[in-house]
């Protein structure tokens, strides 16, 4: 009989991307993958551990599959990053779990179910990546490691302790993967990284400026992305890739944290509020049209109003067209824990209100503009919300929900005329 699997993800992209190398690698082995964990013979919770109380969400989860092992043959494995973060303290708190595996452990997925190992909670030289055995959710799209880990070492982050130091791909691998990939239909590529413009080839040393251009050339690549970029580590030849490859999507999401230069020392970032304003008008210059996206951390240990408030004027000068915005929270062994004085929560809750709400007014102008304008979009599927429309995004990466011929193929790139900004997507009609 068949042996089935279930897979649960929480997350970032690159857990995503974990969940398609785990779900491709067994079933390439003969598993079928479920969408009913009662009917699972394994049982993968993905986990993720940047914010909350990660953890508990895990446990608690942990807590209703219990009852699930009582009536039947099933596995259970703890993954991604509260694995690597909690190890064996999951078996000792939940002792039906089967097994416990990090990040850096998805290539070995085999060896694990096959009782070698209950911990897998290692970075292994040898990090097998079975390229061809990815299981893509998307028709049209495919999501690329380059670079896993992250060498930085800012003082609220568990990211360098969940996901190990930076190693990144030959240049060749990405290549191949991305033919391959483009072969299979998926004319839009992501590129992925914890700090995926640290790139640096570990056969020629080439950076993530010549990898971006090399892969924008390959034949069939409409669309290029990449996330997530830091900012100490943009440089010329990354914008000039950007700029000369009209592929590239015009779209950065450069996270800046704070606007506070001192706020910025404490978290290790690198860079100063003006230095990074001025990596930011380099890019404008090269990319007029360019779409920034940031992460804003409100809170952060010792934050003051005047802190804050730099924050608030950076977004302003800034004009992002999308921001994501978090309250500070703890994350077990970092630095940050034992810094200056906690921000009294009703505080925090109430900056993170006033973030949004200026960048409410600023998205909101952006999107305005576009009402008129004739935009390529690249067609992605059905609209979520309307099938008779068709979905898709700008290259600054806007979604847009359109009235199109409903034949019209996945993965064509097409002209739409934007009639309406809605809260956060556009809505229009192709044109001829
Ligand atoms: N508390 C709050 N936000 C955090 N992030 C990372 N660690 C923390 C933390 N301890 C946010 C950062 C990062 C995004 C992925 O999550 O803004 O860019």
């Not at 609220?156 to 791909?169: A, D, K, L, M, Q």
């Not at 990405?174 to 640096?200: C, F, H, K, M």
């Not at 064509?412 to 997507?425: E, F, K, P, Q, Y």
């Amino acid at each position: 009989m068949t042996k089935t699997f279930f897979i649960e993800t929480w997350g970032c992209q690159m857990n995503d991307l974990d969940t398609q190398r785990l779900s491709g690698g067994l079933k390439l082995r003969g598993w079928r993958r479920v969408d009913d964990e009662r009917r699972a013979n394994l049982i993968l919770l993905n986990t993720c551990s940047i914010r909350e109380k990660a953890e508990n969400k895990v446990y608690s989860r942990l807590g209703e599959l219990r009852e699930l092992k009582a009536d039947r043959e099933l596995q259970i494995g703890v993954c991604g990053c509260v694995a690597q973060q909690e190890g064996e303290r999951i078996l000792a708190r939940a002792p039906w779990v089967d097994f416990v595996m990090g990040p850096g452990n998805v290539g070995h997925i085999d060896e694990i179910l096959a009782g070698g190992k209950t911990i897998a909670v290692d970075f292994p030289e040898d990090r097998r990546y079975d390229y061809l055995a990815l299981d893509r959710p998307s028709a049209t799209k495919a999501q690329v490691t380059i670079i896993e880990g992250c060498n930085k070492n800012c003082t609220f982050c568990i990211v360098p302790t969940t996901r190990g130091r930076e190693v990144s791909r030959p240049f060749g691998d990405v290549l191949s993967e991305v033919g391959a990939a483009v072969d299979s239909g998926r004319v839009e590529i992501e590129l992925l990284g914890q700090t995926v413009n640290a790139y640096r080839c570990p056969v020629s040393n080439r950076d993530f400026g010549a990898l971006l251009a090399a892969v924008a050339e390959l034949d069939g690549v409409r669309r290029l992305r990449f996330m997530t970029s830091h900012p100490a580590e943009v440089n010329d030849s990354m914008i000039a890739a950007m700029r000369d490859h009209a592929n590239v999507s015009r779209y950065l999401h450069l996270p800046v944290q704070s606007g506070s230069s001192r706020v910025l020392r404490r978290m290790k970032r690198l860079y100063t509020r003006e230095k990074y304003l001025e990596t930011m008008q380099r890019i404008r210059e090269a990319i007029p049209e360019i779409h920034f996206s940031t992460d804003i951390i409100v809170g952060f240990p010792g934050e003051t109003e005047d802190d804050f408030q730099q924050t608030l004027t950076l977004i302003e000068e800034v004009r992002y067209g999308s921001l994501f915005a978090f309250k500070y929270s703890p994350r077990p062994g970092t630095p940050a824990l034992k810094i200056g004085a906690p921000v009294d929560d009703a505080i925090a809750n109430e900056r993170l209100t006033r973030v949004f709400e200026l960048h409410e007014r600023i998205k909101r102008e952006r999107l305005e503009s576009y009402r008129g304008r004739i935009l390529p979009v690249l067609v992605e599927g059905p609209s979520k919300h309307d099938p008779a429309m068709l979905s898709g995004r700008t290259d600054d990466n806007w979604v847009v929900n359109f009235v199109a011929d409903p034949c019209t193929p996945l993965g064509s790139m097409l002209g739409v005329r934007i009639h309406d900004a809605l809260h956060h997507t556009l809505r229009g009609e192709a044109v001829a």
